[in-house]
């Protein structure tokens, strides 16, 4: 269902996304761990154009992580999703994810190494323009996103679609180099209320560029479709949050690159 919704959502992007957007599956590394990523970008458009990071959930570089950067290819850009977890390693069960997210975000090095790595095949591609890059992340990739943007990666943009939020440090603040969108469930119960007067509170204080955005009535995982498969208490999809998120992401990128 999720894979099917996903690719509904495309055509709904471009009409064209099916026959245009080529994919490739990259082979990386990062501290001995072979890393598998999904390209996708639009063969038609000819020279360098920007390039959007895309984190998937805590279950893994899925079909959903991979369709979301298809969607930005027919937008006409060039979109990595990256493997955080190594050799595309996925999975449907909860317990298993949250293991294998807790396992990456315990050691910071290996969860901003890995981030990085992704980022570098990015904006090493002959098809990007390096000086336009931004990253996404859903769930556990917007918390991801998010670190690359607070440890100041040369990035343009960052969107986290109901990610945790690290709050950061003074010095952290100041490594922005970033505009950054939060796109946030009012009824998420995922993420304190608490934490999220903190994050604010932290970039409001270093004058950060940032957006909050909540979406009335969504919970967690808003994004996803098929969501509501899982059976897990306080995440289900939004189709008017979803929808709404994703203009809010692309206005931000037309403010980041100069687009009209």
């Known amino acids: 269902m999720r894979v099917a919704l996903a690719a509904t959502m495309l055509l709904c992007v471009s009409p064209f996304a099916i026959a245009e957007v080529k994919t490739e599956t990259v082979t990386y590394e990062f501290g001995g761990t072979k890393l598998k990523g999904h390209l996708a970008y639009d063969a038609a458009i000819t020279g360098k154009r920007p390039g959007i ?19 930005l290819a027919a937008l ?29 975000r315990k050691n910071i090095d290996t969860w901003l190494g890995r981030a990085k790595a992704g980022l ?14 931004a990253a996404i992340g859903y769930c556990f990739g917007g918390s991801t996103a998010l670190q690359l943007a607070l440890n100041g990666a040369d990035v343009a ?15 952290q603040c100041k490594a922005v180099k970033s505009r950054i969108l939060i796109c946030h469930g009012s009824l998420d119960s995922f993420i304190p209320e ?36 899982k059976m897990i208490k306080g ?5 008017n949050a979803d929808a709404r998120s994703w203009l809010h992401m692309q206005q931000l990128f037309k403010e980041a690159f100069g687009e009209k």
């Open 76 to 104: 006409g850009y060039v979109a990595f999703a990256v493997d955080m977890y190594g050799d595309g390693k996925t999975t449907e069960h909860p317990q298993e994810a949250g293991q294998m997210a807790g396992a990456v």
């Open 120 to 133: 570098k095949v990015l904006q090493d591609h002959d098809r990007v323009d390096a000086k336009k890059i």
């Open 194 to 229: 608490k934490t999220i007067q903190e994050f604010r509170g932290a970039l409001e204080k270093a004058n950060v560029d940032y957006q909050f955005v909540y979406y009335a009535g969504a919970y967690h995982s808003f994004t996803v479709p098929g969501a509501d498969e």
């Open 157 to 171: 943009a960052v969107v986290s679609f109901h990610g945790a939020l690290p709050v950061p440090t003074e010095e």
């Open 53 to 71: 990071l895309v984190v998937h959930e805590w279950w893994g570089l899925d079909a959903y992580a991979r369709k979301r950067a298809e969607m």
């Open 235 to 239: 995440i289900k999809y939004d189709k």
